[in-house]
T-cell receptor, first 114, second 112 residues
Framework: DTEVTQTPKHLVMGMTNKKSLKCEQH?????MYWYKQKAKKPPELMFV???????INESVPSRFSPECPNSSLLNLHLHALQPEDSALYLC?????????????FGPGTRLLVL | DAKTTQPPSMDCAEGRAANLPCNHS???????VYWYRQIHSQGPQYIIH???NNETNEMASLIITEDRKSSTLILPHATLRDTAVYYC?????????????FGKGTKLTVNP
């Protein structure tokens, strides 16, 4: 298995809802990442997990809560989001979090907050 | 901030080589140059990366200048499916972790 999968593909939620995005890889990678991409903008890093521990949080608001329950799975819990949080949320993984390691991206979850 | 600059857009005729330039004048000696592309509304796709030497794989070639301040991605025979935004990235070291900081990229349009 050489891919990163993300579910759901699309999500519509209200500002009072709680939802979760899921990312999975079975390549044995030990680093996983969440990115956010607004329309017509490049992806921006949100979080980095290395060996299931959070290593980078790019000052993301607490309404986004990442979780890495095991080395294959990465979740992003969403609560009390704002309409401006509507974006494509991308997950990526790499063998390690280090120099020269290639990140492989999933197809993304397109989120709309109403 | 991204450590690379790229032209915002380029056009290429189908079947011809597409040469995409990238400037990274502040690159450090041990930093890799990565190229990704993103076809509309899909996740970024890894293309190639290099440190000092030129690299080639089944998708593309990467030419890095001797001073490492710039590089060129070459798609030898562009097809319509190569139409995408191409990102040249130098990873940023942060406390032992490395970050991919995407710049604005080059929108490559391959024309029939």
């Amino acid at each position: 298995d050489t891919e990163v999968t993300q579910t759901p593909k699309h999500l519509v939620m209200g500002m009072t809802n709680k939802k979760s995005l899921k990312c999975e890889q079975h390549m044995g990678h030990r680093a996983m990442y969440w990115y956010k991409q607004k329309a017509k903008k490049p992806p921006e890093l949100m979080f980095v997990y290395s060996y299931e521990k959070l290593s980078i949080n790019e000052s993301v608001p607490s309404r986004f809560s990442p979780e890495c329950p095991n080395s294959s799975l990465l979740n992003l819990h969403l609560h009390a989001l704002q309409p401006e949080d509507s974006a494509l949320y991308l997950c990526a993984s790499s063998p390690e979090d280090g120099r020269g390691e290639t990140q492989y991206f999933g197809p993304g979850t397109r989120l709309l907050v109403l | 901030d991204a450590k690379t600059t790229q032209p915002p857009s380029m056009d290429c005729a189908e079947g011809r080589a597409a040469n995409l330039p990238c400037n990274h004048s502040t690159i450090s000696g041990n930093e890799y140059v990565y190229w990704y592309r993103q076809i509309h509304s899909q996740g970024p796709q890894y293309i190639i990366h290099g440190l000092k030497n030129n690299e080639t794989n089944e998708m593309a070639s990467l030419i890095i200048t001797e001073d490492r301040k710039s590089s060129t991605l070459i798609l030898p025979h562009a097809t319509l499916r190569d139409t995408a935004v191409y990102y040249c990235i130098v990873r940023v070291d942060q406390g032992g972790s490395e970050k991919l900081v995407f710049g604005k990229g080059t929108k490559l349009t391959v024309n029939p």
